[in-house]
């Protein structure tokens, strides 16, 4: 029998990045013992990534900002699919959240009155986003780090997940191996958070880096959760497009929430065209209200003209983008123009700082004098495992789940700067849902299969084998069939037949996975970790496919060529992806119906 | 297509050899683009860190032709035509695997910091010419090369005595918060062993973030060390002039 190390937690949380330092924090607050794994080092999760705003109610800047109308915002960009409670308990708790990371050290930028400074964001009435210059993810991170080194619980870095244990039903533990050198460990756990992010690594053109590899959905999937609107994808309207080896990379959408354009290559600022009607009004009617917006916002003073046309959300933008491009009035390397050089340099650099260095680090552009090529770019996806919005409990007794891995918040498309506030304001609610679960189950001893060890550690080993063997195949080599897939059947716009054919695609994919094999040793060894990430990456995959095939109409960021319109009707079913023997269930479920006195809050809004 | 000549230090804790690769170039490619060839092409278990490939969190940190540099952030286009590019781990810290090292020591120093302690009666209102300076310290990537390159942790490994470059620009950078309140000075002179460093500055020049390490975070500390240990008259008197 191989050798593994043992841990015992009440509570082990599965990635640390916002969502799992904030769950960790929770769980460890409410006094049970807690253990946090990450697959990479502690503060470089993806949340460090985010650059934008943490999107937040305070109303330090619009003072006709309140709850319900992030509520509103944020169900009217996810396009009514949202699951109503967890909007509401996000719209609610972010002030506080925010608060609380300043008491906890975070240095967000300032108004003027010495408060939380806040940035207009798409899809946002409001001026919400509190942030850092467009580093509002570092800080954030770093608070979350050096809070939670000083609450006692232990950190398991560089290691990864391989496999959910359970006892009948019930959660039991954790199976998984370091990075670092290849040994095996067993946690003992009698609850589980997960908070492993996304999927991006399925596709080609990606913001998420090499950890996005849809680890926590496939374990929650494995273990009996289901999946919930997995079809939801977003496309982030701006990444870089040139040079290749940053193409992907994000450009944040706080550029054009500082009065960023865009234009194609006739010079048009072509968004003002690719406006829906329902949302028309709340967008400036020219470039002349447009630039008076611009105006009042950098000289932090109130106006009425209304906001620009390229702050429309990210579904639309990045339609309209891909549009031009398609259309041919793209940029040189394919993307479109993002303008900011016609402000202050100086400002651009004080607000943008990152953005600027990396523009002019990576692609000798500088973004004060000239415009950026960006074009759309694979970033979140808003379906995933669903949960409990209270409690972010799964349908699997022991099992949580907490941010971009989890569903229902988001619904059709999300919002941005309405990630960082997803992950402290549902991690601590998840942690505190896991603490609880732990104290009612009191003494109950629970048990650890000695078989499902031995199977999860033959799983490990297996790729050694393959790789001994003449047909064994290199799974970056794999890695990059399934994006073309992805990319090329699943993409921004869809319809059925690309779909029928990504899906057998996937299917004669799934073959050469378990085929996947590698040479070496165990000590870091990355194509090794490749192989049984392939594994989690697929089954995430293949329920993208299945959820995109099975809705059939356009909503959100779900596009569909052959059902161009929205369907009232189908708002009332979640589409849920779970596991029936080897097979995979498709099925339709009822949403939750928002009560009556949430309903009024849009009511009001129409009759505006 | 040109080619470029990597030679990548291969091998396990210490004892290894640089391997030769070459590598097709991109317009506007950088190390890391060439590390990653190297690993889907030639070897999958060509171990590197990384996670943002934008310079953003400090994870592919090694020393390209003998200067610590983050991979991500290293133009190949910077290098002569034909020129040999040699890619380690850094040195400072103990050895894993290829480019990999053992940095958890950092980890451990973070904990001994005594962390933000704000009063409890704080009305949180500060203004942003009160935080710029802390600002720039909390802009720190923790990419650790500033680690790697100061010489009392690399040429004499007193990591007994020395938090290091990036724990000063911590400290700074609580120290500075308009609304902390704690006094770290005598851990940073005790602990943290600040009178080891001797102003080099190597540290401020290869830190990718540009934060003033030397200037902004240390030598201040260095002076609020020497008010409070060795010139009890001048820290008053400036104490009244101040107000901190
Ligand atoms: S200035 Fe001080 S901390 Fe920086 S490298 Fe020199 S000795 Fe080290
Ligand atoms: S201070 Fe600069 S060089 Fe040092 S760890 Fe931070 S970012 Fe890196
Ligand atoms: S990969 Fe993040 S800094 Fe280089």
Same mark, same amino acid.
């Given at each position: 029998?191989?050798?593994?190390?043992?841990?015992?937690?009440?509570?082990?949380v599965i990635g640390a990045g916002g969502a799992g330092l904030r769950a960790a924090?929770?769980?460890?607050?409410?006094?049970?013992?807690?253990?946090l794994v990450c697959k990479s080092l502690l503060g470089k999760a993806h949340t460090v990534m985010a650059e934008g705003g943490v999107a937040?109610?305070?109303?330090?800047?619009?003072?006709?900002?309140?709850?319900?109308?992030?509520?509103?915002?944020t169900?009217?960009g996810g396009k009514?699919m949202n699951n109503?409670?967890m909007a509401?308990?996000h719209?609610?708790?972010?002030?506080?959240?925010?608060?609380?990371?300043?008491?906890?050290?975070?240095?967000?930028?300032?108004?003027?009155?010495?408060?939380?400074?806040?940035?207009?964001f798409g899809g946002?009435?409001?001026?919400?986003?509190?942030?850092?210059?467009?580093?509002t993810g570092l800080?954030m991170i770093?608070?979350l780090?050096?809070?939670?080194?000083?609450?006692?619980?232990?950190?398991?870095?560089e290691c990864a997940v391989t496999?959910l244990?359970?006892?009948?039903?019930?959660?039991?533990?954790a199976?998984g191996?370091?990075r670092?050198?290849?040994?095996?460990?067993?946690?003992?756990?009698?609850?589980i958070v997960l908070a492993t992010g996304g999927v991006g690594k399925a596709f080609t053109v990606t913001s998420n880096s090499w950890e996005y590899t849809a680890d926590g959905q496939a374990l929650a999937y494995d273990a009996?959760a289901d999946l919930i609107d997995m079809e939801f994808v977003q496309f982030h309207p701006t990444g870089m497009?040139?040079?290749?080896?940053v193409r992907g990379i994000l450009v944040t959408e706080?550029?054009?929430?500082?009065?960023?354009?865009?234009?194609?290559?006739?010079?048009?600022?072509?968004?003002?065209?690719?406006?829906?009607?329902?949302?028309?009004?709340?967008?400036?009617?020219?470039?002349?209200?447009?630039?008076?917006?611009?105006?009042?916002?950098?000289?932090?003073?109130?106006?009425?003209?209304?906001?620009?046309?390229?702050?429309?959300t990210r579904d639309?933008v990045a339609?309209?983008?891909?549009?031009?491009?398609?259309?041919?009035?793209?940029?040189?390397?394919?993307?479109?123009?993002?303008?900011?050089?016609?402000?202050?340099?100086?400002?651009?650099?004080?607000?943008?700082?990152?953005?600027?260095?990396?523009?002019?680090?990576?692609?000798?552009?500088?973004?004060?004098?000239?415009?950026?090529?960006?074009g759309p770019t694979m970033h979140y996806i808003m379906g995933g495992i669903r949960v409990?919005?209270?409690?972010q409990?799964t349908?699997?007794?022991?099992l949580f789940a907490a941010g971009e891995c989890s569903g229902g918040m988001h619904g059709a498309n999300r919002l941005g700067g309405n990630s960082l506030s997803d992950l402290i304001v549902f991690g601590?609610l998840a942690?505190?849902?896991?603490?609880?679960?732990?104290?009612?189950?009191?003494?109950?001893?629970?048990?650890?299969?000695?078989?499902?060890?031995?199977?999860?550690?033959?799983?490990?080993?297996?790729?050694?084998?393959?790789?001994?063997?003449?047909?064994?195949?290199?799974p970056y080599?794999i890695q990059k069939?399934l994006n073309q897939i992805m990319s090329t059947y699943v993409g921004i716009?869809r319809?059925?037949?690309?779909?029928?054919?990504g899906?057998?695609?996937l299917?004669?994919?799934?073959?050469?996975v378990?085929?996947?094999?590698?040479?070496?040793?165990?000590?870091?060894?990355p194509?090794?970790h490749m192989?049984r990430d392939l594994t989690n990456m697929m089954i995430a995959s293949e329920a993208i496919a299945h959820s995109a095939?099975?809705r059939?109409?356009?909503r959100g960021a779900h596009s569909?060529?052959?059902?161009?319109?929205?369907?009232?009707?189908?708002?009332?079913?979640n589409t849920s992806i779970s596991?029936?023997?080897?097979?995979m269930?498709?099925?339709?479920?009822?949403?939750?119906?928002?009560?009556?006195?949430?309903?009024?809050?849009?009511?009001?809004?129409?009759?505006? | 297509?040109?080619? +470029?000549? $990597?030679?990548?230090? /291969?091998?396990? *804790?210490?004892?290894?050899?640089? !391997?030769?690769?070459?590598? @097709? =170039?991109?317009?506007?490619?950088?190390?890391?683009?060439?590390?990653?060839?190297?690993?889907?092409?030639?070897?999958?278990?060509?171990?590197?860190?990384w996670n943002c490939k934008a310079?953003k969190c400090?994870s592919?940190?090694?020393?390209?032709?003998?200067?610590? +540099?983050? $991979?991500?952030?290293? /133009?190949?286009? *910077?290098?002569?035509?034909?020129? !040999?590019?040699?890619?380690? @781990? =850094?040195?400072?810290?103990?050895?894993?695997?290829?480019?990999?090292?053992?940095?958890?020591?950092?980890?451990?120093?973070?904990?001994?910091?005594?962390?933000?302690?704000?009063?409890?009666?704080?009305?949180?209102?500060?203004?942003?010419?009160?935080?710029?300076?802390?600002?720039?310290?909390?802009?720190?990537?923790?990419?650790?090369?500033?680690?790697?390159?100061?010489?009392?942790?690399?040429?004499?490994?007193?990591?007994?005595?020395?938090?290091?470059?990036?724990?000063?620009?911590?400290?700074?950078?609580?120290?500075?918060?308009?609304?902390?309140?704690?006094?770290?000075?005598?851990?940073?002179?005790?602990?943290?062993?600040?009178?080891?460093?001797?102003?080099?500055?190597?540290?401020?020049?290869?830190?990718?973030?540009?934060?003033?390490?030397?200037?902004?975070?240390?030598?201040?500390?260095?002076?609020?060390?020497?008010?409070?240990?060795?010139?009890?008259?001048?820290?008053?008197?400036?104490?009244?002039?101040?107000?901190?």
């Open positions: 029998m191989a050798n593994y190390e043992v841990h015992e937690h009440d509570v082990l924090i929770e769980a460890s607050a409410q006094g049970v013992n807690v253990g937040a109610a305070l109303a330090n800047v619009d003072e006709q900002d309140d709850w319900k109308v992030h509520f509103v915002d169900m009217n009514g109503w409670r509401q308990l719209a609610q708790e972010a002030p506080e959240r925010v608060r609380e990371l300043e008491r906890w050290g975070a240095v967000f930028d300032r108004t003027k009155e010495g408060k939380i400074l806040q940035r207009a946002h009435k409001y001026k919400r986003l509190c942030h850092v210059g467009d580093r800080e770093r608070t780090q050096d809070q939670g080194i000083h609450r006692g619980f232990n950190v398991y870095m496999k244990l359970k006892d009948g039903d019930r959660i039991s533990g199976f191996y370091y670092e050198d290849g040994r095996y460990v067993l946690f003992k756990a009698k609850a009996g497009v040139w040079p290749p080896g706080g550029v054009r929430g500082e009065g960023g354009i865009l234009t194609n290559s006739e010079k048009k600022r072509f968004m003002r065209d690719y406006l829906p009607e329902s949302t028309k009004s709340e967008f400036s009617v020219d470039d002349e209200e447009s630039k008076r917006w611009v105006e009042a916002a950098i000289a932090g003073q109130k106006t009425d003209a209304k906001r620009p046309p390229e702050l429309s639309n339609r309209a983008i891909y549009t031009e491009v398609k259309e041919g009035r793209g940029s040189p390397h394919g993307g479109v123009f993002l303008d900011i050089s016609y402000q202050d340099a100086a400002r651009v650099r004080k607000k943008l700082p990152s953005m600027y260095h990396q523009f002019k680090d990576l692609a000798d552009v500088d973004i004060t004098a000239g415009p950026m090529e960006v409990e919005a209270d409690t409990q349908r699997v007794p022991g601590r942690g505190l849902g896991a603490a609880e679960y732990v104290k009612g189950l009191g003494n109950n001893a629970l048990a650890i299969n000695n078989d499902h060890i031995e199977a999860a550690i033959k799983e490990m080993d297996e790729p050694f084998e393959i790789g001994k063997q003449a047909d064994a195949k290199n080599d069939e716009f319809n059925e037949e690309d779909l029928t054919t899906i057998a695609k299917k004669n994919l799934k073959e050469q378990k085929k996947a094999g590698v040479k070496g040793s165990k000590v870091f060894n194509g090794w192989c095939l099975s059939k109409e356009s569909r060529l052959d059902f161009t319109e929205l369907d009232p009707e189908l708002a009332k079913f596991k029936d023997g080897d097979a269930k498709l099925e339709k479920t009822a949403k939750p119906v928002m009560p009556e006195e949430l309903k009024e809050l849009f009511a009001k809004k129409e009759t505006k | 297509m040109p080619e +470029a000549i $990597l030679k990548v230090f /291969r091998g396990e *804790k210490d004892s290894g050899t640089f !391997e030769t690769y070459k590598v @097709p =170039i991109e317009e506007g490619m950088v190390v890391l683009d060439a590390i990653h060839y190297i690993q889907q092409n030639n070897d999958p278990s060509l171990a590197v860190r310079a400090g592919c940190s090694a020393e390209v032709n003998g200067r610590p +540099a983050l $991979l991500c952030k290293s /133009r190949m286009d *910077k290098f002569e035509p034909g020129q !040999e590019i040699t890619v380690q @781990p =850094i040195k400072t810290f103990p050895h894993l695997k290829d480019l990999v090292t053992d940095v958890s020591w950092n980890y451990e120093v973070n904990k001994k910091i005594t962390p933000f302690t704000p009063a409890p009666d704080a009305n949180w209102t500060f203004y942003q010419e009160d935080i710029e300076r802390v600002q720039e310290f909390r802009k720190c990537i923790e990419c650790f090369l500033c680690q790697d390159v100061c010489h009392v942790l690399r040429d004499h490994n007193r990591k007994d005595a020395f938090y290091g470059p990036r724990f000063m620009v911590r400290m700074a950078s609580l120290e500075m918060h308009p609304l902390d309140t704690a006094n770290r000075l005598k851990s940073i002179k005790e602990d943290a062993g600040i009178g080891m460093c001797n102003i080099t500055k190597c540290c401020t020049e290869v830190c990718p973030e540009d934060i003033h390490i030397t200037d902004n975070a240390i030598i201040p500390m260095k002076e609020r060390v020497v008010d409070e240990f060795y010139d009890p008259i001048g820290k008053f008197l400036k104490s009244i002039f101040a107000g901190k």
